[in-house]
């Protein structure tokens, strides 16, 4: 019965001869706890393939996605925030900047491109919640009033992808100033008659909600994102009341008539190009 006991004691294995998996190879659902494959992952679409779970992503992974063969020209790539508040809570602001540069390799937290989707060109803005939590500050609403900019002067389709913790506090009423600019550019691209697609994303909240994410021609939603204003914690202290369950889900927004429809990721592309190829038609 030698398989039932070690017969040889200690680890006889030198460190030498031990074999690592190389980092970034494997990931784990934050659903189902299960290991996904980073290649098989990829080829899902960053979608859990046991349970569907929808893993959070960026904008790399959304153009990926999104663009036929990945090929886009980006945007206003050297854009970056200013300090105007000279801000400082534990660290400048300023400091801040630059560690979540370094970290996540982004200027800030949203990226834009225009390339093709199944052959039809699109602008997208795509939020980056790695960056200070996809905090809206002046360089969010500037790319995205920019991006609008083009698409209005190029006659091209406009996407936002948004992934949001809310407005950036570093920046105060700067970054509150971004709800009224990035609205009054949409409705510039709405007297155009330029389609607008809003993709709203696992979290969406705070301004982002109160104000570009929602305004769509199409609001569309992934499945099981959270969506909201206030979070469900504060909005139960406030009203006394135990909250409803599945509150602030994509699902839960959509049965209340803030979205127009939930798409699976890796239909994604094939929604949204069926709904720009209606719209020119």
Not at 95 to 124: C, F, N, P, W, Y
Not at 148 to 155: E, G, P, V
Not at 183 to 189: C, E, V
Request: some cysteine; glycine content about 8%.
């Amino acid at each position: 019965m030698a398989w039932f006991k070690r017969e040889n004691k200690g680890i006889i294995t030198t460190t030498e001869e031990k074999k690592e998996a190389p980092d970034g190879v494997w990931n784990k659902c934050p659903n189902c706890k299960k290991p996904l494959h980073q290649t098989e992952l990829q080829e899902n679409k960053y979608v859990c393939h046991y349970c569907n779970y929808h893993l959070r992503v960026g904008s790399k992974e959304y153009f990926e996605v999104l663009f036929d063969n990945n090929d886009f020209k980006e945007l206003l790539a050297n854009l970056t925030s200013g300090d105007p508040l000279n801000f400082n809570d534990n660290k400048p602001y300023t400091e801040r900047i630059v560690e979540s540069q370094a970290k996540t390799g982004l200027k800030d937290a949203i990226r834009a491109g225009v390339g093709k989707i199944d052959g039809q060109e699109l602008v997208i803005a795509c939020m980056d919640f790695a960056f200070i939590g996809g905090s809206m500050g002046s360089v969010v609403g500037e790319k995205i009033a920019r991006s609008i900019d083009y698409s209005i002067k190029h006659k091209v389709p406009f996407l936002m992808i948004s992934k949001s913790g809310g407005a950036r506090m570093m920046e105060a009423a700067f970054s509150l100033m971004q709800m009224a600019k990035t609205s009054a550019k949409l409705a510039l691209l709405s007297q155009a008659k330029i389609p607008y697609i809003s993709l709203l994303t696992d979290p969406t909240t705070g301004g982002v909600t109160a104000s570009y994410a929602m305004l769509g021609d199409i609001n569309i939603a992934e499945p099981g994102a959270l969506i909201g204003f206030a979070g469900p914690r504060v909005i139960k202290e406030t009203i006394k009341k135990d909250l409803p369950k599945g509150f602030q889900t994509s699902e839960f927004v959509l049965e209340h008539g803030f979205l127009d429809f939930i798409v699976d990721r890796r239909a994604m592309k094939a929604k949204i190009s069926a709904f720009i190829k209606m719209m020119n038609n």
